[in-house]
T-cell receptor
């Protein structure tokens, strides 16, 4: 079946602009995660949804970052007033309920000029 | 919170030899330890995982060992092949009701020399 998909694959924006990154999880997966991967580093946790609610948002770096999952499927990560330091690959992963395995999407490469 | 350290950061081995990557974790409550392989520009893919109720798990040429007392776990790849070249990440998590965040190591770039 289809894996986790993310759009866009690449996003270039200017400092101060607003961006939205989309994640489509594997159908039926109730858990959805957002991670950020900087060059040469491992993925860093941002936020995790169980269904529609954010079960853990402890990784969001500041209040410029926000994520939603209104219908318990697709999720959108929103970044306001982007800064050059936000440049990274943003990865999404999903899991079926009650299992440990996380399946990753291909990521969105965000570049803030 | 959890902290995962991974060594070495780069590793080159001759084709056919074995490769070992080691990770340590800080939170003794962690009980789930997956390993991901990431090729350049691609998504991380799970290659093997281990839970704290076992000390070793093997899948063909790949094995993982876990020492809970020392809080470290290792990935072993035997009979390495060129397609094993990639960046490998270890991770740790505390799973209690299922579905929890992963804390990743900084990665090991493995190069297999033909």
């Amino acid at each position: 079946g289809a894996g986790v998909s993310q759009t866009p694959s690449n996003k270039v924006t200017e400092k101060g602009k607003y961006v939205e990154l989309r994640c489509d999880p594997i159908s039926g997966h109730t858990a959805l995660y957002w991670y950020r991967q900087s060059l040469g580093q491992g993925p860093e946790f941002l936020i995790y949804f169980q269904g529609t609610g954010a079960a853990d948002d402890s990784g969001l770096p500041n209040d410029r970052f926000f994520a939603v999952r209104p219908e318990g499927s697709v999720s959108t990560l929103k970044i306001q007033r982007t800064e050059r330091g936000d440049s990274a690959v943003y990865l999404c992963a999903s899991s079926p309920i009650g299992t440990d395995t996380q399946y990753f999407g291909p990521g969105t490469r965000l570049t803030v000029l | 919170g959890e902290n995962v350290e991974q060594h070495p950061s780069t590793l080159s081995v001759q084709e056919g030899d074995s490769a070992v990557i080691k990770c340590t974790y800080s939170d003794s409550a962690s009980n789930y330890f997956p390993w991901y392989k990431q090729e350049l520009g691609k998504r991380p893919q799970l290659i093997i995982d281990i839970r704290s109720n076992v000390g070793e798990k093997k899948d063909q040429r790949i094995a993982v060992t876990l020492n809970k007392t020392a809080k470290h776990f290792s990935l072993h790849i035997t009979e390495t092949q060129p397609e094993d070249s990639a960046v490998y990440f270890c991770a740790a998590s505390y799973i209690h009701f299922g579905n929890e965040k992963l804390t990743f190591g900084t990665g090991t770039r493995l190069t297999i020399i033909p």
